[in-house]
């Protein structure tokens, strides 16, 4: 297939001038950017300079670039004649709920030169819309995850084909083995829809060993690859992401299906969200396969989009056929997990109950789960032929057995509790257990918007795994942070002015979810804003005492997160509520919210297809629970991502 790339800058003739043979270190410079700016390798530049053999350069160092005393930079061209009218101006493709007063704030433009920019800006407003904006700004104050353009024309004429390629090496990673999305995007504190939009194509094709990746927005890769390429005239656009540049051609193009794509051809009255919708795929995703995208949707274009695995639809019959497996025990003379089945169970009839009767078509098989020693008994209780979504089992291993069980069938399987990279690879299924990842991903941004040179206490719990990784993630996001590791809320003590002598504030993270350790963080809490004003405090997870204590945790501005906590003002939860005191005469416990919430959300997103797939992408909030869900991995396992996020402001 033929395949056209141009690049934007640096496409010129072989340049050689007479210059200094030195070198002094700029801020940020690495040996690998130096090496490629006077034409040499980096082992070149080792040789030349033994000093930095171990890459370590500092500021103001004077290094050898060049044996003969010329700087020679080589690029090589095709034979082209080249025009191109460079732009000042970028664009930006409208997420949700943007609008033109948070554009204005957020890109600091008057809504006057905003509206010179965009004449017609009423009327083009719409999600997928393009909106111009001066570069430097988009340059400056995008968000990572918006998609940003700018645009010039170049008429290209090649007579050979050949192949360019720039690379600079900071903030680049080379994948190892058994590096997953996950790892990678904990590792550099980063979320996974920001390493795709540094990487595009990257969710597509996957992590290969071996490969050089970005892993931050300050490197630049750029490759270039011409081949048969015939006289064109091409319209050339720079997606950038996080100020993250990288070149691709925006003509327009058709191919047949292959393993991995489909194409599509836009209708009229198409819109991107319904694009993504129907087939499956995020914006993100759509975006980075078309770049033409970025100039509008319009009939008759050809789209290429990711070829999923065939999602699962009923064979047969009018109800949709749900088997739920709960660890009651009962055929295994074992109660260990009995009353957690039960009461998941009392939740998740509660929601059978209200979906039948808003119309669904439900027939119900309960699978008793039982142990190790008796589960393949009750994986043969499947009738796969019969089956459009399996709710269960609880653990990992079990998970494990019935997705092998009905591998070949891909029915829809999900997990409520279970949550494991071990999982991640089976694309049928649907994971509801909130990834502590997440969480994690979320304190670490919080924090660095307050971050000012202030202590990092987090409280640990025993296996200081949750600990372990913000100070990991902070360390790689915060310039050189102070981050102290603690077993106990009172080592929470207030900093030391060193030119005052006075006591300066902290910052205090919790990362242990036991509810006395959280109680003995609320009080500590407390007692230190007594002792300094300005400290902020941070929890991954919830607990009652934020709630009773409101107004004395704002003076240190807590924000916590929670996944399972129920708004009692809410009228969908008052009624919820309601109709399971009036069945069973008591409150819900927690595992019977959690079965409420999961078969709730699922049978909510289920049609008279069992096309559960078709509305994955929907972000619900349930009695407790928010759902949000998105591929561990292409074609892998759909991973929940939602929570809350509470803010006590003094």
Not at 316 to 322: H, K, Q, T, Y
Not at 408 to 431: C, G, Q, R, T
Not at 539 to 551: A, G, H, L, R, V
Request: charged share 25%; proline share 3%.
């Amino acid at each position: 297939m033929i395949k056209k790339f141009f690049v934007l800058s640096a496409l010129a003739t072989v340049l050689t001038a007479s210059a200094q043979a030195t070198h002094k270190v700029e801020p940020k410079e690495t040996p690998y950017g130096i090496a490629k700016k006077y034409g040499l390798t980096v082992a070149e530049l080792y040789q030349l300079n033994p000093q930095v053999k171990d890459g370590a350069l500092g500021i103001g160092d004077v290094l050898k670039v060049s044996k003969s005393g010329k700087v020679v930079t080589t690029t090589t061209t095709p034979k082209v004649t080249t025009t191109t009218s460079t732009a000042k101006t970028g664009a930006i493709i409208l997420q949700p709920k943007q609008t033109i007063y948070g554009i204005t704030k957020q890109y600091h433009i008057s809504e006057a030169d905003l509206r010179k920019l965009n004449p017609d800006l009423d009327s083009h407003m719409k999600i997928g819309d393009q909106v111009i904006l001066p570069l430097e700004s988009i340059k400056k104050y995008a968000e990572s995850t918006e998609v940003v353009a700018s645009t010039t024309t170049t008429t290209t004429t090649t007579t050979q084909p050949t192949k360019i390629a720039t690379v600079e090496s900071k903030n680049l990673y080379t994948v190892k083995e058994k590096d997953n999305y996950y790892k990678i995007s904990r590792e550099f504190n980063i979320t996974q829809k920001q390493l795709f939009a540094l990487n595009p194509g990257l969710e597509d094709k996957g992590l290969k060993v071996g490969e050089q990746i970005l892993i931050a927005g300050d490197a630049v890769t750029t490759t270039t690859e011409i081949e048969d390429v015939k006289p064109t005239k091409t319209t050339t656009t720079t997606s950038t992401s996080n100020n993250n540049n990288t070149t691709v051609n925006s003509t327009n193009y058709s191919t047949s299906n292959s393993d991995d794509f489909i194409t599509y051809t836009v209708k009229s009255g198409d819109t991107v969200f319904g694009i993504t919708n129907r087939f499956n795929v995020d914006l993100s995703e759509l975006l980075a396969l078309n770049p033409d995208l970025i100039n509008g949707l319009r009939a008759g274009m050809v789209l290429k989009i990711k070829k999923l695995d065939p999602m699962y639809s009923k064979k047969n019959g009018d109800a949709l056929n749900v088997v739920m497996m709960l660890p009651f025990g009962f055929d295994a003379n074992d109660s260990k997990y009995r009353s957690m089945a039960l009461d998941f169970m009392t939740g998740a009839k509660l929601a059978i109950e209200r979906n039948v009767a808003s119309g669904m078509n439900l027939d119900i098989k309960v699978i008793d789960a039982g142990n190790e020693n008796t589960f393949k008994n009750s994986v043969s209780q499947i009738n796969q032929d019969n089956t459009d979504l399996i709710i269960g089992p609880f653990f990992k291993t079990s998970v494990l057995e019935v997705l092998e069980f009905v591998k070949n069938k891909k029915i829809p399987v999900v997990a409520p509790f279970a949550n494991s990279e071990d999982l991640y690879d089976y694309s049928n299924l649907i994971i509801a257990e909130t990834n502590q990842d997440a969480y994690i991903e979320k304190i670490v941004k919080e924090v660095g918007q307050v971050y000012s040179d202030q202590k990092i206490y987090i409280v640990a719990d025993d296996s200081k795994a949750n600990a372990n990784a913000l100070k990991v993630g902070l360390e790689k996001s915060l310039k050189k942070p102070e981050v102290i590791i603690v077993n106990s809320a009172n080592d929470i003590k207030a900093d030391q002015n060193m030119m005052t002598g006075q006591s300066a504030p902290v910052i205090a993270v919790l990362a242990n979810d036991d509810d006395n350790v959280g109680t003995a963080f609320a009080n500590r809490l407390i007692a230190l804003s007594k002792e300094v004003t300005g400290n902020k405090a941070f929890s991954m997870f919830y607990n009652s005492i934020f709630e009773k204590k409101m107004d004395d945790l704002s003076q240190s501005s807590l924000v916590y997160l929670m996944d399972k906590k129920i708004n009692t003002e809410g009228s969908f939860e008052k009624e919820v509520l309601k109709d399971y005191k009036t069945k069973y005469c008591k409150t819900p416990s927690r595992y019977a919210v959690v079965g409420f919430d999961v078969v709730n959300d699922m049978l909510s997103r289920e049609n008279k297809k069992g096309e559960i797939f078709k509305q994955i992408n929907k972000s619900q909030t349930q009695l407790a629970t928010k759902f949000e869900f998105t591929r561990a991995k292409p074609n892998g396992a759909y991973i929940n991502t939602g929570y809350r996020v509470v803010r006590l402001v003094p």
